[in-house]
């Protein structure tokens, strides 16, 4: 078993804290910790998000015209109610 260590928080950030693993605990429809709430909270914040990938996708100026009017087409028969 890892050593515990002790950290300080406010009140607030506490009392969020808390109500997150209550949420936490419906979702996963068991008991979670504290320690199992601050594990899930800091994997959401390491994923990965739309904008990391922005500029990985290398396409020809054929492909990018293809899509575009794809796009245009898809755009041509899409109507507002």
Known sequence: ????????????IYAELNA???LLSDRLKK???IDDA?????????RNKPSD???AWVMSD???????????ELWRTWKMD
């Open 1 to 12: 078993m890892e050593e515990a260590k002790t950290i300080k928080i406010s009140p607030k």
């Open 62 to 72: 054929e492909e990018e015209e293809e899509i575009k009017k794809g796009l245009k």
């Open 20 to 22: 997150f693993t209550g």
């Open 38 to 46: 601050l594990g899930d909270l800091l994997a959401r914040a390491h």
């Open 31 to 33: 008991r979670v910790s």
């Open 53 to 55: 990938f922005a500029g």
